[in-house]
Each structure stands twice: as structure tokens, then as C-alpha cells.
């Protein structure tokens, strides 16, 4: 693929549901990585998978959330109870290695709760 | 020790002038230091970056100049373009981890 892929582009969900949000990322990226961004804010680290494994989850705001990456290309963001609070721009990104290596974003998925 | 402090919150360009957004940082362990650009419902794209071995890195239109001592940096945008207009985020990152953002500048450069 060109670049990273993020499905859906926007979620609208009622508060208490479970959503999914899923990342596609480039082709050969080993390491991946979601963010939260907040209306006016900067990106907002979650957690960061190196192939395979989460190498860094202290992102994750609390037990709510939950990320995987079984074969270590896609990787899908699952939210189980959603809070109004939870509504913000989901963002993954993917880059060759971790070694100052450039990190390419997606589009993002918007995130609504109700 | 993560943040990143960004300035100003936003700024008003005429075209054709000079805009300076600068971050300050703590963590002296940060050895990579990105800025980003976003267009309204896009993901960030690198604009430029700059390791701190280095104290100012140019390409094309855009310089980051880099004070290691004082722990600042800053996206210099030499003849603003109305197409320039977009809100940027200067980053850093500890080798083998995530980026740490800064609050981010939304640009408006007048035509």
C-alpha cells in the first residue's frame, strides 16, 4: 500500500459500546504505533508495538482499552465501554524500525461517542 | 521530563513573511526532534527534523534551528505561503520509543 491505512475513517458509537478501530500499516514497517488526539491538542501516545508485541503500553489510558497486532502487520485498537470522553482523532502510525526512523501517519479514525 | 512545550497557540502570517514557532523541551535524553504538519482531517506528515548534534538543518523553505544548552527549537518558515497554512507540531523522541508532541500552532498566512 501507499501508506497507512486507517478503517473506519469515522465511528459513532453510544456510550458503553465496544468499538474497533483498525491500522493497516506500510508494507515491511515493523514498528507501529497509536496515538489519541484531542479537538486543538497534539498527538497523544497509547502504544507502540515492535513487530509482534507491545514494547510500550503505558500509554493506554486504563484497562478499557486494549491493542494487538497478531502477525505483526495490521493492528486493531479495542475500546470496550466507551465514555464520552473517549471521543477523539485515533491515529496509528508505522515506521521501518525505531532507531530515529522517519514515522509515517494515517488519516486517523474519528471517534464519536454518544 | 516528557513534555514538550510549544509557542505561540497560533500566528498570523502575511505572505511572503518569515514564521518562527519554537518548542522547549526537558529531557536531555530526547535525541531526535521532529516537526510535523497537519491539514484539517489528515494525519501529521514530517516536515523536517533534526538530531542535536546539529544546530540548524535547512530544506527548502523550512530551517529548525536547534540550542542544545538551552534546550530549544524552532521551525523557521522563510516566504509563507498561503499554502502554508495548516497547524504544526514540533516533537521529540528518546531513541527506541514514541514521539512526545508539543500543543501544537495553527498558521494562517494571508494572502
Known amino acids: 500500500g501507499a501508506g497507512v491505512s486507517q478503517t473506519p475513517s469515522n465511528k459513532v458509537t453510544e456510550k458503553g459500546k465496544y468499538v474497533e478501530l483498525r491500522c493497516d500499516p506500510i508494507s515491511g514497517h515493523t514498528a507501529l504505533y497509536w496515538y489519541r488526539q484531542s479537538l486543538g491538542q497534539g498527538p497523544e501516545f497509547l502504544i507502540y508495538?515492535?513487530?509482534?508485541?507491545?514494547?510500550?503500553d503505558s500509554g493506554l489510558p486504563n484497562d478499557r482499552f486494549f491493542a494487538v497486532r497478531p502477525e505483526g502487520s495490521v493492528s486493531t485498537l479495542k475500546i470496550q465501554r466507551t465514555e464520552r470522553g473517549d471521543s477523539a482523532v485515533y491515529l496509528c502510525a508505522s515506521s521501518l524500525g525505531t532507531e530515529n526512523t522517519e514515522a509515517f501517519f494515517g488519516q486517523g479514525t474519528r471517534l464519536t461517542v454518544v | 521530563q516528557q513534555q514538550v512545550k510549544q509557542s505561540p497557540q497560533s500566528l498570523i502570517v502575511q505572505k511572503g513573511g518569515i514564521s518562527i514557532i519554537n518548542c522547549a523541551y526537558e529531557?536531555?535524553?530526547?535525541?531526535?526532534f521532529p516537526w510535523y504538519q497537519q491539514f484539517p482531517g489528515k494525519g501529521p506528515a514530517l516536515l523536517i527534523a533534526?538530531?542535536?548534534?546539529?544546530s540548524e538543518k535547512k530544506e527548502g523553505r523550512f530551517t529548525i534551528s536547534f540550542n542544545k544548552s538551552a534546550k530549544q527549537f524552532s521551525l523557521h518558515i522563510m516566504d509563507s505561503q498561503p499554502g502554508d497554512s495548516a497547524t504544526y507540531f514540533c516533537a521529540a523522541r528518546t531513541s527506541g520509543s514514541r514521539l512526545t508532541f508539543g500543543e501544537g500552532t495553527q498558521l494562517t498566512v494571508n494572502p
Open positions: 508495538f515492535q513487530g509482534t508485541g507491545a514494547a510500550d
Open positions: 529531557n536531555t535524553a530526547f535525541d531526535y
Open positions: 533534526i538530531r542535536p548534534d546539529v
